[in-house]
C-alpha cells in the first residue's frame, strides 16, 4: 500500500486554484495546490485584464475596478517569466529558462497553454508580437523571431545575433528596435522575416533595458544614465535627439502615452517624464512605489508597474504632476524560514516581514493577516502567543499572534549582528546572529526581552537548533558548532565539526544533526558522543543545500535552484533520493507538519504537492523456533547439550538482523543455530527476531531433557534429539517401543522425498530398541543442512518424524 505525504512550498501568497498543463522535472511529487506567486517584472493590459509576467507565473488579474484587483487566475508550468505580451486571445510569454510559451487567454479564469518554442535554454527576456510573428529578445543570442501563425506549432522563421545582451524588443514598420544592454539601441530590418539584418545601430551612454517607439523617436530606458530619446527618422543613421538623466541607478522600462514617458525607475517606482519637446526632456511628476520598478504598462488613466517583491501597482496618472497609488495587488515573495503551529503557517518575508497564512485547506491556503518588520524578517519561530523573529538588522522582534488576523508588536532586542534564525526553548530564544554568533535572549518577559548572554562563534551563525543542554549552530564555513547553554548566562562550545560545505541550516533528530551544507549538500553528523563528533554520511544534492527538516524516514531538503528534494535518511550508510520537484524559484527554507511540507521558494509561490512514498512500510518479521525437542542425558551428568534452530524465521521485505534465546527472562544464546547445555528437565526457551528495521517477533521451543536412568525405558516410540549438528558429533536418537517381535524398517527421506540413509531393515525382539543417525547418507558424506524426515515401520506400525540437521 502507498503511503502518501502532501508538500506545499511557500513563497508569495497569490490566492488561487492550480491549472497547469505542462509537464515538469519532478518524481514521485505530484502539484496539487498552490498559493502562487513571484517576482512581477513586466506587465500587459487588455480590456479588463492586467497580465503580469511575476516570474514563477503568468498571473491574471481583474482590474475592472482600479481600487481593488483581484487575481482571477495564473498559469505555471515552472516558468520563469520575464516578459508578457498579448494579442487577441493568446498571451505570449518569454519564459527565461525555455524560450516562448503561448497560453489561450480567451477564458481569463482558465488559462491553458497551446504551444512552446525552445530557445535551447538562452535566457528569453521580452517579446512583441506583430502580425504572424512574435519577435523575442534572447539575451546573448539576440533577436528570435518565431512563426505564430499556428500557435499550437511555433516555428524559427529567422534570427540576428546582437553584440549585445537582448533585454526588450519593440517593432514598429518593417523595423525591430532592440534594447541591446552595454550595445545600447540596435536597428534590425525585419522586412524579410527569415533573413533580418541590422540597419543601424545607437551605442547608448548606459545601459540599454527597454526601448518604446514613438513618432520618430526611439525612447530607451537605459539604465544608470536614465532616459535617453534617441531620433530614428533614418533608421540607419540613429542619433540621440535628448535625454533625462534621472541620477539614480537604473531606469529598466519606459512607455509613451501622448506628451510623456512613463518610466520604471527601479527603487524610485514610476517617474513622469515630459517629452513635448524631444530634445528637452523633463520631469512632470513621480510616484516612489515600496518595491523595484521593472515595468510598466499605461492603460487610459492608470500606469500599471511592475514592482519586483511587492506586487502590481495600480497608479492614477490623470494628472501627471502628481501622479497617486489607486490600487495593488501585492504578492510579496522573499520568504526565507517558515514555522508550522496549529492551522497557521508563520512565514518570515524579508520585504514585508511577519505573514500569517490560513492552511486548515492546505489545497487552499489564504493569507490571514502579517506584521510589518523594521528589518528583513529571515526567520520565525513560534511559541505560545507569540512570534519570535529574526530580522535581520533590527535583531529579535516580538509579535503577538493570539488572533492570528491581527498580529501586532509587544517587543524587540536589537542584538548586535544580524539576526537570521530563531529557536525558542523555555524562557528563552537562542538567535543566530552572523558575523556576532549566538546571542541567547531571555523571553521571560516578552515586553522587555534581554540579553542572558552570548557565545561569538568563528563563523557567521546562520541557523540554529536547540536539543536539550545543547545549541547546534550552522556556522557558514566553520561547519557546525555545538554549544553547552545549561548555564545560558555562560555558554561554551562542546564541539564542533568543519563540514565540507558552508552550512546554511541545522535539524537535530535522535543522535544525528542533519545539516544544509550548502554547494556540499547534505550531511550527517553523528553527535551522540560529543567527544567524538564524526560525518556519518552525506548526500550531494544538484543545488546549494539551505535548508533540512527531518520527518520519519526522510530528510526534507530545500535545495535552492533545484527545488525540493526529498532523501531517505532510514539507513543513514546508505541515503538515497526518493522524491523532487524542481520549483521554479529558490528553495531556501522548508517545514514539516503532519503530513504536509512547506517550503520558502523565494520567487516563486505556495505549492501543494503530493509525494507518493513508493517505498513500502516495513513488514515484520515472523520467528520460528524450530520444533519442539526431547533429548536425553546418556551419561547422566543432570545436562545435556541442544541445538536450537531458528532457520525458519522469515523477514518479507528485509532481512533478520539479530536472533536472540533467552529463558526466564534471560539471555542464553545468539544466533540461528546456537548450541547451548541445558540441565534435565522442561525448558522453554523464547526466539525473538528483530528485523533490520527495529521490528520485532517471537516464538518459543520446549524442550525436554530426560535422564537416561529414569524415564529411557518409558520413552514412546518416536525421534529425539532430533535437531543436531552431525559436525559437532552430535546424532539424532530414534526409539522403537514393541509389546512383541516385529519386523523394524527405519529409512530417512530428504525434503525432496528421495531416500538417503537406510537405519534398520530387521527382524527385532519386544522391548525399547534404539537406532542413532549421525547426519550422513548411504554414500557415507554428511548431508546439507535442512529438513529430514525418518519414516519408522514396525510390524503394521507406521509414522513419520521430522528431524532437522544444522551445521
Known amino acids: 500500500m502507498k503511503s502518501r505525504i502532501l508538500v506545499s512550498v511557500i513563497i508569495g501568497f497569490l490566492v488561487m486554484a492550480f491549472s497547469s498543463t505542462f509537464a515538469v522535472d519532478s518524481s514521485n511529487v505530484d502539484l496539487i495546490g498552490k498559493l502562487a506567486g513571484g517576482v512581477p517584472e513586466d506587465v500587459f493590459v ?3 485584464y492586467a497580465y503580469v509576467a511575476a516570474f514563477g507565473i503568468l498571473s491574471i488579474l481583474d482590474v475592472s475596478d482600479p481600487q481593488n484587483p483581484i487575481q482571477v487566475s495564473w498559469y505555471d508550468s515552472s516558468i520563469r517569466a520575464s516578459g508578457v505580451y498579448v494579442s487577441g486571445n493568446y498571451a505570449y510569454v518569454a519564459d ?3 524560450g516562448l510559451r503561448i497560453i489561450d487567454i480567451s477564458n481569463p479564469s482558465n488559462p491553458f497553454e497551446v504551444g512552446y518554442y525552445d530557445t535551447d535554454g ?27 501563425s499556428n500557435p499550437s506549432n511555433p516555428s524559427k522563421a529567422g534570427s540576428f545575433d546582437t553584440p549585445g545582451n537582448a533585454y526588450e524588443v519593440y517593432v514598429s514598420s518593417n523595423y525591430a528596435f532592440v534594447a541591446d544592454g552595454g550595445s545600447g539601441l540596435r536597428v534590425i530590418d525585419i522586412s524579410d522575416p527569415s533573413n533580418p539584418s541590422e540597419e543601424g545601430f545607437y551605442d547608448t551612454l548606459g545601459y540599454a533595458y527597454g526601448v518604446y517607439v514613438s513618432s520618430y523617436c526611439a525612447f530607451v530606458a537605459d539604465g544608470g544614465s536614465g532616459l535617453r530619446v534617441i531620433n530614428i527618422s533614418n533608421p540607419s543613421n540613429p542619433y540621440e535627439e535628448g535625454f533625462y538623466d534621472s541620477n539614480f541607478p537604473s531606469t529598466r522600462g519606459v512607455f509613451v502615452s501622448g506628451d510623456y514617458a512613463y518610466i520604471a525607475d527601479y527603487w524610485n517606482g514610476l517617474r513622469v517624464i515630459d517629452i513635448t519637446d524631444p530634445s528637452n526632456p523633463f520631469q512632470a511628476g513621480s510616484h516612489d512605489t515600496p518595491g523595484k520598478a521593472l515595468g510598466i504598462y499605461i492603460s487610459g488613466n492608470y500606469a500599471y508597474v511592475a514592482d519586483c517583491w511587492r506586487g502590481l501597482r495600480i497608479v492614477d496618472i490623470s494628472t501627471p504632476s502628481s ?5 495593488y495587488y501585492d504578492t510579496p515573495g522573499q520568504a526565507s524560514r517558515i514555522y508550522v503551529s496549529n492551522h497557521y503557517a508563520y512565514v518570515g518575508d524579508i520585504d514585508s516581514g511577519l505573514r500569517i497564512l490560513d492552511i486548515s485547506d492546505p489545497s487552499n491556503p489564504s493569507e490571514v493577516g502579517s506584521c510589518d518588520t523594521p528589518g528583513f524578517a529571515s526567520g520565525v519561530f513560534i511559541s505560545g502567543n507569540y512570534a519570535y523573529v529574526a530580522d535581520g538588522w533590527s535583531g529579535l522582534r516580538v509579535i503577538h499572534v493570539g488572533t492570528p488576523s491581527n498580529p501586532f508588536e509587544v517587543g524587540h532586542y536589537d542584538t548586535p549582528g544580524w539576526a537570521s534564525d530563531v529557536y525558542v526553548s523555555g524562557d528563552y530564544a537562542y538567535v543566530a546572529d552572523e558575523d556576532s554568533g549566538l546571542r541567547i535572549i531571555d523571553i521571560s518577559d516578552s515586553s522587555n526581552p534581554s540579553e542572558e548572554g552570548f557565545y561569538d562563534t568563528p563563523g557567521q551563525a546562520v541557523g540554529v537548533c536547540v536539543s536539550g543542554d545543547y545549541a547546534y549552530v550552522a556556522d557558514r564555513d566553520s561547519g557546525l558548532r555545538i554549544l553547552d547553554i545549561s548555564n545560558p548566562s555562560n555558554p561554551f562550545e562542546a564541539g564542533f565539526y568543519d563540514t565540507h560545505g558552508d552550512a546554511h541550516g541545522v535539524y537535530v533528530y535522535n543522535q544525528y544533526a542533519y545539516v544544509a551544507d550548502g554547494n556540499s549538500g547534505l550531511g550527517i553528523i553523528d553527535v551522540s558522543n560529543l ?7 552525506y548526500y550531494d544534492t544538484d543545488g546549494i543545500t539551505w535548508g533540512v527538516y ?6 526534507y531538503i530545500a535545495d535552492y535552484w533545484s527545488g525540493l528534494r526529498i532523501i531517505n535518511i532510514y539507513d543513514p550508510l546508505s541515503l538515497s533520493e526518493v522524491g523532487y520537484y524542481d520549483t521554479p524559484g529558490w528553495a531556501i527554507g522548508v517545514y514539516v507538519s503532519g503530513d504536509y511540507a512547506y517550503v520558502a521558494d523565494s520567487a516563486s509561490g505556495l505549492w501543494v504537492f503530493e509525494y507518493i512514498d513508493l517505498i513500502p512500510p516495513n513488514q515484520p518479521p515472523v520467528a520460528n523456533a524450530g520444533p519442539d525437542q526431547t533429548v536425553i542425558d546418556e551419561d547422566n551428568n543432570g545436562e545435556e547439550q541442544v541445538t536450537l534452530d531458528g532457520s525458519a524465521s522469515q523477514d518479507p521485505d528485509g532481512t533478520i538482523a539479530s536472533f536472540v534465546w533467552s529463558e526466564d527472562g534471560l539471555q542464553i544464546a545468539t544466533g540461528i543455530n546456537p548450541t547451548v547445555i541445558l540441565s534435565t528437565g522442561t525448558h522453554s526457551i523464547t526466539l525473538t527476531v528483530t528485523d533490520n528495521g527495529g521490528l520485532k517477533d517471537t516464538d518459543s521451543v520446549t524442550i ?18 532430533n535437531v543436531f549438528n552431525p559436525t559437532k558429533g552430535e546424532k539424532a536418537l530414534i526409539v522403537v517401543k514393541l509389546s512383541k517381535q516385529a519386523h523394524v524398517r527405519l529409512n530417512l527421506y530428504n525434503a525432496r522425498g528421495n531416500r538417503i540413509r537406510e ?7 519386544a522391548g525399547t530398541h534404539k537406532y542413532y543417525w549421525d547426519g550422513k547418507s548411504d554414500n557415507g558424506n554428511v548431508v546439507g543442512s535442512g529438513l529430514y524426515f525418518v519414516h519408522i515401520q514396525a510390524g503394521d506400525y507406521k509414522k513419520t518424524k521430522k528431524i532437522v540437521v544444522v551445521k
Open 550 to 555: 527531518v520527518s520519519g524516514d526522510n530528510a
Open 122 to 148: 538562452d535566457d528569453a527576456n521580452d517579446v512583441y508580437v506583430s502580425g504572424d510573428y512574435a519577435y523575442v529578445a534572447i539575451g546573448n543570442a539576440g533577436l528570435v523571431i518565431i512563426d505564430i
Open 323 to 327: 501622479p497617486d497609488e489607486e490600487g
Open 704 to 721: 525436554k531433557a530426560l535422564e537416561e536412568g529414569k524415564g529411557f525405558g518409558e520413552l514412546p516410540t518416536g525421534c529425539y534429539n
Open 531 to 537: 567527544s567524538s563528533i564524526y560525518e556519518v554520511n
Open 46 to 48: 487588455q480590456g479588463d
Open 96 to 98: 527565461a529558462t525555455s
Open 759 to 765: 537405519l534398520a531393515d530387521e527382524e527385532k525382539e
